[in-house]
Nanobody, 115 residues
């Protein structure tokens, strides 16, 4: 399974970005896709997750600002990020969980929120 993330960049506080992550390869048994982020000097944290049945969950810090969605036909997961804050600055990674046991990671995309 390969995950290709894109869409990061430099934005000002209050602006929006949309991240994309396309999955390819043997993705049978896909349970969930998620976005994680890691800021310098901090551990990686889960930002948002969409499970196979369509349910979603979010970190408290991004609720009501970020929306995760999945295009099953394209095997692509999106993260719409609105009202971005400087504390959202991090490298964002997409993750796929398959058969409840195998985790796959994308290469990471930098998001910088700064005035």
């Amino acid at each position: 399974v390969q995950l290709q993330a894109s869409g990061g960049g430099l934005v000002q506080p209050g602006e929006s970005l949309r991240l994309s992550c396309a999955a390819s390869g043997r993705i049978l048994g896909l349970n969930s896709m998620s976005w994680y982020r890691q800021a310098p000097g901090k551990p990686r944290e889960m930002v948002a997750r969409v499970i196979g049945g369509g349910g979603t969950n979010y970190a408290d810090s991004v609720k009501d600002r970020f929306t995760i969605s999945m295009d099953n036909a394209k095997n692509t997961v999106y993260l719409q990020m609105n009202s971005l804050k400087p504390e959202d600055t991090a490298v964002y990674y997409c993750n796929a969980l398959i058969n409840w046991s195998r985790n796959y990671w994308g290469q990471g995309t930098q998001v910088t929120v700064s005035s």
